[in-house]
């Protein structure tokens, strides 16, 4: 019986022993995650406090990567040493508990030595003879383990973020376009500091209008119209960082209201409030008969799927109820998708079911992730996605199905011929050094509009450019061309321009990020690094299309009836050159080099606050109107009321751009158009041919930026 026992004594000590080393293990995983670090703390304090010997240290070394794995990223030392966040923190963990256990094996091969033994003898006598009593060793040790908890909590908790959903303001969205006489649905949402609902919000709102007569601007003041009552809010009795998901029978911050304007013009709701005591005024509303409707949306985001937060199911919630989208995609990276079990059939399936044909438009995306030659948003019109192979590009564990953006066109050439779908691939983040685009790839028939603003910044032009005014997060050295739209334009490629949030916090159409709740905490979690470093609001694309289906909101970004806002923000924006409006080719043909060009931009500015929305100040409605020519800026038109049409004329010849030899780089024998690029090009043929391109971008004085174009103007043969 004494062998069985001994066996069975020695197998329970072998068992715990693996039991210890795959909850290390688990916690040594956990400490390279954004906020789940968390667990890795406890598992390190579960071994300190709970072990002895080589466990106990292991458990404070494991507390304290983790700690030093979250600050390392959070305090921008990502930047500072080019290394991308989740890599920083695996390499900060990997390399806190290698010296840990380097130490413990040199301490084991030096513990046969006798002098060594008696060197840490009395080193643990003089470190413990202080606490010698028990009560005082404990309190030793819980301050000592306080140092890791306390580093930990420094970035990944914020107080304010947790208890602060007081009412701040007030926000008003209606539909940018409508029929006279046509009822028609608004929000009013109460935020907080944040952004986000504030479900305290207790308020009594009233309701009037302020018009103008389209397109010239005069006020009116005999418009026949139904709105609302007053309305008295109710709110919750405690702060919700996700108050839209309460289900309470209250408001929580969040209503909807009926109305009516029969009169035509752009309107604007004015809700006054009784609890912050200010008035607030919706974005504008065009009533007008016969016009194509105006609709917005994100079509860049990130969800749980991949490498953001969020469920589809809450993302497509969020999307159409809170942030009161039109159309949305929801572009999980085609990599990340296939590492869980059956997530891109989940997600096909949750997209599919979330389309509502004139309500709500979901559109199936994902995105093609190559850092060395630019990241590709690939959306469809249809309810399938390429499957086999799926949109994916190099990564780690998976192989290179889609090496280069040569690989993904053929699939897409493969995947729309045998289906009959129609697909786009949208370059974004173009000017950030970590995923500079490469526009030597470019296909003209697939990449027709590229993403001008986002949460990483904007992308007309490189960072260091005197006319980038917001910049971007990671921005190559001073210096470097080719990578900016505008670059992309004095190459020849024909492309125009939207926004999108591409948003990893699981708000989609109104992200947080750029506030303090990109913090852990903040609902939905993640375990990602991706939603911390994105200090800019994310954009919207309007489009001008005729329904609101699958088919005909693609055909209008296929065809270019678009434009994009820097945030929340939703203007009225017109361009027209002679008459040519945004679409198709874009291209006006004038008679000859010195054909006059009247250039006309018609804006109804958006009344709501700019994001983030930390001062509140009611609209003075000063805005400058910049008209952008081959890259240069062409006029400056300034702006002070909420409904202007601004005109110009450019009498300068038709000359064409070139983005120019002198902007390449030559290298080996060959040129490239930045040291970034892998694939050579003719300097010869980087040019427009001849034709002019305009874009006009409206900087208003609260520091919203909404851009549309460009228009294409060239000489008829």
């Excluded at 300190?48 to 030093?68: D, K, V």
């Excluded at 709740?517 to 609001?537: L, S, Y």
Aim: with cysteine; glycine share 10%.
């Amino acid at each position: 019986m004494r062998g069985k026992d001994a066996r069975w004594l020695s197998f329970k000590a072998i068992a715990l022993y693996l039991l210890k080393a795959l909850l290390f293990a688990a916690g040594a995983a956990a400490a390279v995650t954004f906020f789940f670090s968390w667990i890795a703390i406890l598992i390190g304090g579960f071994f300190f406090f709970g072990s002895r010997g080589a466990w106990r240290g292991g458990g404070y070394a494991l507390a304290l990567a983790a700690a030093l794995a979250s600050n390392g990223p959070l305090r921008g030392f990502d930047e500072i040493t080019g290394i991308y966040p989740l890599f920083l923190a695996a390499l900060v963990v990997a390399v806190t508990l290698g010296l840990y256990f380097l130490f413990l094996l040199l301490h084991l091969a030096l513990g046969r030595v006798k002098a060594y033994r008696v060197f840490t003898a009395g080193l643990k006598e003089k470190l413990y003879r202080p606490c010698r009593p028990t009560l005082r060793r404990r309190l030793a040790s819980i301050l000592l383990f306080l140092i890791p908890v306390a580093l930990w909590i420094s970035v990944n908790v914020n107080p304010a973020v947790i208890f602060d959903n007081l009412p701040a303001v007030l926000w008003v969205q209606a539909p940018s376009t409508v029929a006279p006489g046509d009822e028609f649905e608004f929000q009013v949402q109460c935020w907080d500091r944040f952004e986000r609902i504030s479900a305290l919000y207790g308020g009594k709102v009233s309701f009037s209008l302020e018009s103008y007569r389209f397109p010239g601007g005069e006020p009116l003041y005999l418009v026949e119209a139904t709105l609302p009552a007053e309305y008295s809010f109710t709110g919750s009795g405690r702060p919700s960082d996700a108050a839209y998901l309460l289900d309470n029978g209250k408001d929580n911050g969040r209503r909807a209201f009926r109305a009516r304007i029969d009169t035509p013009g752009v309107h604007y709701i004015k809700v006054s409030d009784s609890e912050t005591g200010r008035s607030y005024y919706s974005n504008p509303i065009l009533v007008a008969a016969g016009t194509e409707r105006i609709y917005w949306g994100d079509i860049h985001t990130h969800g749980i799927y991949s490498d953001g937060s969020g469920t589809p199911a809450h993302q497509f919630f969020y999307a159409r109820h809170v942030a009161a989208l039109d159309f949305y995609s929801l572009t999980e990276h085609g990599e990340i998708i296939q590492l869980g079990r059956n997530g891109l059939e989940r997600y096909i399936e949750e997209t599919n079911r979330a389309y509502r044909p004139g309500e709500f438009v979901t559109l199936l995306g994902m995105e093609y992730t190559n850092h060395n030659s630019g990241h590709y948003t690939c959306i469809f019109d249809g309810d399938r996605l390429p499957e086999d192979p799926p949109v994916y590009a190099p990564y780690i564990g998976l192989g290179a199905a889609l090496p280069t953006p040569f690989e993904l066109w053929e699939l897409l050439d493969d995947f729309t011929a045998s289906t009959g779908s129609r697909a786009l691939a949208l370059p974004h983040h173009t000017v950030v050094e970590r995923f500079m685009q490469d526009w030597s790839y470019y296909n003209p028939r697939y990449v027709k509009i590229a993403e001008v603003t986002s949460t990483h910044g904007d992308n007309l032009y490189e960072p260091g450019h005197p006319l980038s005014y917001r910049g971007s997060t990671f921005p190559p050295p001073p210096g470097t061309r080719g990578c900016s739209i505008t670059g992309a334009l004095q190459m020849g490629l024909q492309l125009s321009l939207y926004a999108s949030s591409d948003s990893h916090d699981g708000h989609p159409g109104h992200d947080l990020a750029h506030t303090g709740a990109w913090v852990g905490h903040q609902r939905p979690f993640t375990f990602w690094w991706t939603r911390f470093d994105k200090p800019f609001p994310g954009g919207l694309t309007a489009v001008y299309a005729a329904g609101l289906s699958r088919r005909e909101i693609f055909s209008a970004l296929e065809n270019r009836r678009l434009y994009a806002v820097s945030d929340h923000g939703r203007p009225l924006i017109f361009f027209t050159i002679n008459g040519t409006s945004v679409g198709g080719d874009s291209t006006l043909r004038v008679e000859g080099r010195e054909t006059p060009r009247q250039i006309e931009v018609i804006l109804a500015q958006d009344g709501a606050l700019t994001a983030p929305v930390t001062e509140f100040r009611q609209p003075d409605w000063k805005a400058t109107v910049e008209i952008h020519k081959n890259g240069t800026l062409l006029a400056s038109l300034p702006v002070d009321k909420p409904l202007a049409a601004v005109r110009f004329t450019d009498t300068g010849p038709v000359t064409g751009t070139s983005y120019g030899r002198e902007n390449c780089v030559y290298r080996e024998g060959a040129y490239y158009i930045n040291e970034y690029s892998d694939n050579p090009v003719d300097p010869a043929a980087l040019h427009t041919g001849g034709k002019d391109f305009y874009i006009v971008r409206v900087v208003s004085e609260n520091g919203r930026h909404s851009y549309i174009g460009p228009l294409w103007v060239e000489v008829a043969p």
